[in-house]
T-cell receptor
Framework: SQQGEEDPQALSIQEGENATMNCSYK?????LQWYRQNSGRGLVHLIL?????REKHSGRLRVTLDTSKKSSSLLITASRAADTASYFC????????FGKGTKLSVKP | NAGVMQNPRHLVRRRGQEARLRCSPM?????VYWYRQLPEEGLKFMVY????????ESGMPKERFSAEFPKEGPSILRIQQVVRGDSAAYFC?????????????FGPGTRLTVT
């Protein structure tokens, strides 16, 4: 069964707006990772948040983690058309377990 | 430092043929992971290998699929007697660590189309 489930499945916003994506997982984790996938391309590692962290920033990205609720959120501020992609959360075992992703569309 | 390399990028096979997908990990990485992605789906783990060893193949179909990571050369994912349902994007990732704990580096994928 999938470990990560992203929500919403699809999100469409205007350039300059913020985009928030959520991820829920089922079992305990050491860390949670967010990846981006542009259409037809491989995945790019965006950010990793460890289980003892509550919030982490990287540029326009902000990730939060709530281990009591087994959920994480990814916030992209001041979105750009180039942010259009699918975003996945993943939790590591020996391999990574991915959700189905949130498809973000940023309209110029 | 080149990233993870996969070839071919696109592969078309007729039903019943064999497909060989290659993956060269990043320099210094000895852990390789293969994932399959169906359209509109997330990535599903298939197999995890270190040099000359299969560590975890729990996600790989029992028949027709095999993987190797020899001492020299790339990792190979081999699909024998392909069927239409094998059409998907196959991604390889590598990491320097024992597990995927600190993130994996992904290749661009091989898109397999079975006609």
């Amino acid at each position: 069964s999938q470990q990560g489930e992203e929500d919403p499945q699809a999100l469409s916003i205007q350039e300059g707006e913020n985009a928030t994506m959520n991820c829920s997982y089922k079992t305990s984790i050491n860390n949670l990772q967010w990846y981006r996938q542009n259409s037809g391309r491989g995945l790019v590692h965006l950010i990793l948040i460890r289980s003892n962290e509550r919030e982490k920033h990287s540029g326009r990205l902000r990730v939060t983690l709530d281990t009591s609720k087994k959920s994480s959120s990814l916030l992209i501020t001041a979105s750009r058309a180039a942010d259009t992609a699918s975003y996945f959360c993943a939790t590591p075992r020996a391999n990574l377990i991915f959700g189905k992703g949130t498809k973000l569309s940023v309209k110029p | 430092n080149a990233g993870v390399m996969q070839n071919p990028r696109h592969l078309v096979r007729r039903r019943g043929q064999e497909a060989r997908l290659r993956c060269s990990p990043m320099k210094g990485h000895s852990h390789v992971y293969w994932y399959r992605q169906l359209p509109e789906e997330g990535l599903k783990f298939m197999v995890y290998l270190q040099k000359e060893n299969i560590i975890d193949e729990s996600g790989m179909p029992k028949e027709r699929f095999s993987a190797e990571f020899p001492k020299e050369g790339p990792s190979i994912l081999r699909i024998q007697q392909v069927v239409r349902g094998d059409s998907a994007a196959y991604f390889c990732a590598s990491s320097p660590n024992l597990q995927a704990s600190d993130g994996q580096y992904f290749g661009p994928g091989t898109r397999l189309t079975v006609t």
